[in-house]
């Protein structure tokens, strides 16, 4: 089992940047694919973005598409969000995410970090 550590997130103001860090404890291969999602009270978890560890294209929300960058580091074990241009309506606490890259569900989740913008 592998455990997820999101950090980086804060306050900041709209127009302004924040990186997201995921760090993967235990084992991670490029048989997984890691995904952010966000989530504001009284509304789902919605999807942010994915990469494979393998590498390959990301896929991003449409609401975030050109504003928001996921990366990994293999080497790190770190998956990394950077978020652009941000806007008041991306707060949310942010959740890293871990699936194998052959199934849909994600099921194994960090603790969250909580992203605020102010306008």
């Known amino acids: 089992q592998v455990q997820l550590v999101e950090s980086g997130g804060g306050l900041v103001q709209a127009g302004g940047s924040l990186r997201l860090s995921c760090g993967a404890s235990?084992?991670?291969?490029?048989?997984?694919?890691m995904g952010w999602f966000r989530q504001v009270p009284g509304k789902e978890r919605e999807f942010v973005a994915s990469?494979?560890?393998?590498?390959?294209?990301?896929n991003y929300a449409d609401s975030v598409k050109g504003r928001f960058i996921v990366s990994r580091d293999y080497t790190k074990n770190t998956v990394y969000l950077q978020m652009n241009s941000l806007k008041p309506e991306d707060t949310a606490v942010y959740y890293c995410?871990?699936?194998?890259?052959?199934?849909?569900?994600?099921?194994?989740w960090g603790q969250g970090t909580q992203v605020t913008v102010s306008s």
């Open positions: 235990g084992r991670t291969d490029s048989t997984y694919t």
């Open positions: 995410a871990r699936r194998k890259s052959s199934v849909a569900r994600y099921d194994e």
């Open positions: 990469v494979s560890w393998s590498g390959g294209t990301p």
